[in-house]
């Protein structure tokens, strides 16, 4: 016997080949069985086809081999036993035995083997199922493979975030070939770079099926739509990828890497209404008026969305734009325009605490104040967390600047020779202006003064302006065209905390970056599959929220993660071996999600087989 690989336009397949004379008595090749994508090492091929050559002949093994021709030699006969393609000698497998059969069994001598993860795959199959998505995909002319192999690569940035080439070996360790009564070794990394693309291409069907899917199974209020932008990083160059640009406002402080953007428009339970991608080093209040046209085709009921969004798209076209178009905002004011209200910020007395911040066991105080400035009205906030947050901020920029400036000045005063000092001052000026650049929150407070004929550096800080600007540490304003009341208003921005929380969930567990992706489809698939697993994020964590058990995806993934799959092999006094392929039994925590889910984990799918132990094929 020899394998024989055979290789057709989109795959691979792997044949065992027996040699046999034909009733001519000529000498013939004949398949013994095709094993579809087996990846038996090419390595390891000859020495598991003689090992089958001489099991097959009735030759009984007298010594051991190497664990890794076991392993393909086992994996082989099971295929030619699913198959039907072992001569009645020699197959190990009995005719299943009656359901009420009794045999005394060894105690000792049981055991399991191929165990693997179960419980997040299991919650992530129920979310896929209640939001409809396989009869959609099935549209599109997806096979069943192609489904289960869509699953696999989404469900894999929920549970573990590999590369494609990484991807099989993930598999093996999960229960999914289990749920999908599939054979999944023989997966290569191609398979999921074509069902990405195949994903990217149905792209604007699916996002509009989710969208009337989560609406309807969770009864949405879409009359608040948050957006916000983000971005994040390449791995190399990206030099042929036209979304891969490099730009100063990193989200994650990756200036040096190529980025790309991304764009989310959320309802007010953070479920994701519409995506788009963008070049690196877009502009992100450029941004906005493309998403708000996007809305106008998605409109879903008469009355137009409430827009709320962060101050970099707060720019005065960006309102009016909104404004002509019929949507009412609320906006966060920009930082720097804050001191147009100092004085109202300064009038304490005048703030109100809003409702449930402050008390023990509470979020930190934020106090509210009302405002109208002609078309808009303008709530001022003072927060002591982020005066706080914008104190330590400030002073740690404060402290990196005298350290510069320290460093620069004994440099100065040692006449160091990569300055010139005697020719200009020059690099002194290109030094001072990249540490003033590095440093903006504290440098614009300073005073800097450098005197090239007495070579004396000093610097001292505006103690009035510090005052004023620490004063306003904490406080920012809402802009609004609604007529709402100021805690009103505040309650509905700070909704917009459900944006930041989406984009820390798909980068942190949904491993949205890096990129190492050439071409820009790839990259718009790699964002579309993550946005995909924060869809069935949102369904597992807002199902069980609605049913009183709050919990994040990061916490219930560990929570299931110890529920598997095993085969037990247990063995009986006739000689036999019973095979049981099946799930273990959860634990109470567990069992109490799976049935807040609708999970009926005792259906799951159990396989039995039962073995001779002597004079068998496998022995």
Not at 10 to 39: I, M
Not at 48 to 72: H, K, T
Not at 77 to 87: D, I, K, P, Q, V
Not at 336 to 346: I, T
């Amino acid at each position: 016997m020899f394998f024989r690989e055979k290789k057709s336009r989109k795959t691979r397949v792997l044949q065992l080949v027996e040699n046999h004379r034909n009733a001519e008595g000529k000498v013939c090749q004949r398949v013994v069985v095709s094993l579809g994508g087996c990846p038996v090492p090419d390595e390891h091929r000859k020495r598991v086809a003689a090992e089958l050559s001489r099991r097959m002949a009735g030759y009984e093994q007298l010594l051991s081999e190497e664990p890794v021709i076991e392993y393909w030699v086992g994996r082989v006969l099971e295929r030619m036993e699913e198959a039907g393609h072992l001569s009645s000698a020699f197959r190990r497998e009995i005719p299943a035995l009656p359901a009420c059969s009794v045999a005394p069994i060894h105690i000792d001598g049981i055991e399991h083997e191929n165990g693997v993860r179960l419980g997040p795959s299991l919650v992530l199959l129920r979310a896929w199922e209640s939001l409809g998505l396989d009869p959609v995909l099935k549209e599109q002319g997806f096979s069943d493979e192609q489904l289960a192999t869509a699953k696999a690569v989404v469900f894999n940035r929920l549970i573990e975030p590999s590369s494609e080439n990484e991807l099989p070996n993930w598999i093996a360790t999960t229960a999914l070939g289990d749920l999908f009564g599939l054979h999944t070794e023989g997966w290569a990394e191609d398979r999921f770079y074509r069902i990405g693309d195949k994903l990217l291409k149905g792209m604007p069907e699916l996002e509009a099926h989710l969208r009337r899917k989560e609406r309807d199974l969770f009864n949405l209020d879409r009359t608040i739509l948050l957006y916000d932008l983000t971005n994040s990083y390449f791995e190399g160059s990206g030099a042929l990828n036209p979304l891969a640009r490099r730009s100063v406002a990193s989200k994650e402080k990756r200036s040096d890497c190529p980025l790309i953007s991304v764009g989310i428009v959320l309802d007010a339970e953070g479920f994701i209404i519409r995506h788009k991608v963008f070049a690196g080093n877009i502009s992100d209040c450029k941004t906005l008026l493309d998403a708000v046209a996007d809305l106008e085709h998605i409109a879903e009921g008469e009355a137009k969305p409430v827009v709320i969004v962060d101050g970099g798209m707060a720019s005065q076209a960006n309102l009016d734009a909104l404004r002509e178009r019929g949507y009412d905002y609320i906006v966060n004011g920009k930082r720097r325009s804050r001191a147009d209200f100092a004085d109202d910020f300064l009038d304490i007395d005048s703030f109100r605490r809003v409702e449930g911040r402050g008390k023990a066991g509470e979020k930190q105080p934020v106090f509210v104040r009302r405002i109208s400035t002609g078309a808009e009205t303008v709530v001022l906030c003072r927060s002591a967390g982020r005066k706080q947050k914008e104190d330590a901020i400030v002073d740690n920029a404060e402290r990196k600047l005298i350290e510069g400036l320290e460093v620069l000045q004994a440099r100065i005063i040692r006449n160091d020779k990569r300055l010139k000092l005697d020719e200009s001052p020059a690099l002194v000026n290109r030094a001072i202006g990249r540490l003033l650049s590095r440093t903006t929150r504290a440098s614009r407070l300073y005073t800097i003064n450098y005197d090239p004929e007495t070579q004396h550096l000093d610097w001292h800080r505006k103690e009035t302006e510090w005052d004023t600007s620490r004063d306003l540490h904490g406080c920012y304003h809402l802009r609004s065209t609604l007529e709402l009341k100021d805690q009103q208003l505040w309650q509905l921005y700070i909704t917009l905390v459900r944006v930041e929380d989406a984009f820390r969930s798909m980068k942190s567990d949904l491993g949205l970056h890096p990129f190492h992706h050439q071409l820009a489809d790839r990259c718009r698939a790699h964002i579309w599959i993550t946005v995909l697993a924060y869809h069935l994020l949102r369904w597992i964590e807002h199902s069980l929220k609605l049913s009183g058990y709050d919990c994040t995806w990061r916490t219930l993934r560990r929570r299931l993660d110890t529920h598997g799959y095993t085969s037990l092999i247990v063995p009986d006094a006739d000689g036999l071996e019973h095979h049981l392929r099946k799930p273990g039994r959860p634990n109470p925590v567990q069992k109490l999600i799976y049935a807040l889910l609708g999970i009926d984990w005792t259906a799951l799918p159990i396989r039995r087989h039962t073995y001779k132990t002597e004079g068998c094929a496998k022995m």
